[in-house]
């Protein structure tokens, strides 16, 4: 399902369902607290659904392990509970969120027959007297009735619903009396599913790292089936066999350490560095406090309307900036001190400053002098 997020100006597209390191990067991406988890979204579309206007024009608000949960739900539904869910969805369009998660849990009680239209309907109304007024009735007296109209008669009666070749009674649906409760995510930043050899696949078992050298040692000639990272840069294709399971645990362990600020700054400058591996990643966290970070900048106009903001006279009206573009100019900033925008705000070049004043170096000053000279005596020479 693709869902667009967003969160006080920061916004994100993604496609659901996800892991959970997956969606805690999401929440990182849009600077909500992961002890919050509260998303805004709006569902895009879902198996060619069709959802109506109403709902895919509305925004929603839920725990994102809610709406994770709503669409793996989804997902497994057949054809007949598809053609129920549709029809509580027209039934009941101003449903919210909750509403919706619930009805994936109460299709049972939605009667669902294959049926096209209401004369195919009414032919199986007529076969088997379904509407009181045809018990008693002859053959000869039913075969003189009119398909259709019977059938219309028993949608109105019913409140039916036609979709996708089935025909659908929602008036008997009552939303399941369930509380949803979702605990804390497990303390690790990788999870391995793990078996014996590429032949017992069947036999695997997850992992989480960081873990004690005993469960490494377990599982050291092992086979990785699947690498579930927090880093979205470390993936399976980054663990080259599983001889280097003890420097990604290595890494994990170090990253247990790091705050949660300092551990979406990792991944920022993983992102401006484009770091896919795992030693250089090890290698990455011990440079981190060489990096300057600021989450808030997401576009090279933002980072030189800031940079313009911060060096500028502090009696300088900036209100005077918010209607410019500043974007050539911030990125002629960000080429000269190496920094980069990423998903998690604007990185600095290592040991560089992101709003620091540039000055001229002297080479360049000498440099320049010698232009001007050249041009005025050429100037000169002209005239």
């Known amino acids: 399902m693709r869902v667009h997020l967003k969160n006080n100006g920061y916004a994100l597209s993604a496609e659901f369902s996800m892991t959970v390191f997956e969606m805690q990067d999401a929440l990182d991406k849009l600077q909500i607290p992961p002890e ?11 198996r060619n659904m069709n959802l109506s206007s109403e709902l895919c024009e509305k925004e929603f608000t839920a725990d994102i392990f809610r709406l994770n949960l709503f669409v793996e739900r989804l997902e497994n539904l057949d054809d007949t509970e598809m053609a129920a869910m549709k029809s509580l969805l027209q039934t009941y369009p101003e449903s919210d969120f909750e509403d919706m998660l619930l009805m994936t849990y109460g299709l049972d009680s939605v009667m669902v027959y294959p049926c096209e239209d209401c004369r195919e309907l009414g032919e199986t109304v007529i076969e088997n007297e379904l509407l009181p007024e045809l018990e008693g009735c002859s053959d000869e007296i039913l075969e003189l009735l009119d398909r259709e109209k019977v059938g219309q008669l028993m949608q109105e009666r019913e409140g039916g619903v036609f979709v996708d070749g089935y ?7 009552e939303p399941p009396d369930i509380h949803f409760e979702f605990g804390e995510p497990e303390q690790c930043f990788f999870r391995l599913l793990i078996a014996p050899d590429t032949q017992n696949t069947a036999q695997a078992g997850w992992i989480s790292l960081p873990c004690d050298v005993e469960i490494l040692l377990e599982v050291y000639d092992q086979t990785c089936c699947e690498l579930q990272s927090s880093l979205p840069w470390i993936t399976s294709d980054s663990l080259k066999n599983m001889h280097q399971i003890g420097i990604l645990n290595a890494l994990a362990e170090r990253m247990s350490e790091l705050s949660h600020n300092d551990f979406v700054k990792l991944k920022a400058v993983m992102d401006s560095k484009r770091i896919r591996e795992i030693p250089d990643a090890l290698a990455c966290m011990e440079h981190l406090p060489e990096y300057e970070w600021d989450r808030s900048v997401r576009d090279c106009s933002e980072f030189g309307r800031a940079y313009l903001a911060k060096n500028l006279p502090t009696n300088f009206d900036i209100s005077l900036l918010k209607s410019g573009d500043f974007y050539d100019f911030g990125s002629q900033i960000m080429k000269q001190t190496g920094s980069a925008v990423t998903s ?7 040991g560089q400053s992101l709003y620091s004043v540039l000055t001229m170096q002297p080479e360049q000053q000498l440099e320049e002098d010698m232009e001007e000279d050249f041009e005025m005596k050429i100037g000169g020479l002209s005239l």
């Open 36 to 46: 919050t988890r509260a998303v805004t979204f709006q569902i895009y579309d879902f």
């Open 167 to 173: 025909y659908c009674v929602t008036s008997d649906y």
């Open 344 to 350: 998690y705000g604007v990185i600095s070049g290592r």
